[in-house]
């Protein structure tokens, strides 16, 4: 078993303490088919309502870290080929510069020895080598000449080398860069594949057991966070809602009784955060996928300050959100067997609000 599954299990454990008897899993839990007899107590049927909420939230929690890694493989995977351009003209340029040195090379040796020649032409045998006075000045100049050319020649010699070794040592770190990234995406791609394998393992489970509820039991199911109709008083136009506000509610208002499908942004099927992003998106604001990021992106607000169009994050760990849409209520998509729909904003724990 997996730390997550672990992790998971425990807990399952924890929240279902009194209700029904544990399994080791989630998926062992949903698929073993605890239903209610039609007729069967309001308490029963409680029971039931709790035990189906809670392996569905942590389904959907983990569809939240599964989503949350698939944009980190996404990052890290820009991340990748940006490192790779970059060492790629590091390399080339690295290439230029050795070719430099290997092209100058010989003037590099050339410029040395007549620097050296100079250097050892003494005052005096410069004197007693001329052949009259005018011949003597006219030697000393050029001497001097040569020597203050060779020095700034090497000097800019010098620079090349310099620079190639520079150009070097960055496409070396550049290419090492590159390669740690390449490691780190190798094993974020893995851990992905194997959470999107156990998420689909419970969400198979799960589904499968709300698709087996009678009509009672599918009724409790649906209404569990007390749905309503929109207001339609709430004025959407209004100085309380901002533009990109009121048009993300209204996107989102246009999908009601659209089916919950995990991990989906639209446009037919949507998750919680899916829905968040998609009424945004055809405002051509983006926001970030997660439930936890998107509360986390926006501006924190006060429940007590609430405008429509902002995001309202719930239970512990966000693992859920809603759209504000004024008078009280939320848009969301809510879970698996039940359409996007309206509740009262405050029908579910609340972790904190943002706005976009």
Sequence with gaps: MTPQKANLVRRIKHHRTNRLTATSTVAAIAASGILLAPGAGADELDDLMAELETVSHEATAKSEEVKALEDSVDSAEQDLARLAAEADTAGEKAQHARELQVQFQAQVDGVAGAKYRVDALDPVTNALSAENPQNMIDRSAYLGTLSRTTTADLDALEGELRAAAAEASRAHAAVAEANFHRSILSARQRDLEEQRSALAEDVEAIEARIDALNAEQREAWINQNNPVEP??????????????????????????????????????????????????????????????????????????????????????????????????????????????????????????????
Excluded: E
């Design 231 to 356: 207001n339609p008083a709430v004025d959407l136009s209004s100085a309380a809602a901002s533009l990109s506000g009121a048009g993300a509610v209204g996107a989102a208002l246009s999908k009601l009784g659209s089916p919950y499908s995990w991990g989906a942004t639209g446009p037919s099927a949507f998750d919680c955060s899916g829905l968040m992003y998609w009424a945004y998106q055809q405002q051509g604001k983006t926001i970030p996928r997660t439930s936890q990021a998107q509360l986390a992106g926006g501006m924190s607000v006060a429940l007590s300050d609430l405008q429509p169009g902002d995001i309202i994050g719930y239970y512990p760990g966000t693992t859920h959100v809603g759209m504000y849409i004024g008078n009280g209520q939320v848009v969301h998509a809510s879970d698996y067997g039940i359409p996007v729909q309206v509740v009262p904003f405050d029908s579910m724990p609340i972790t904190g609000a943002s706005r976009y």
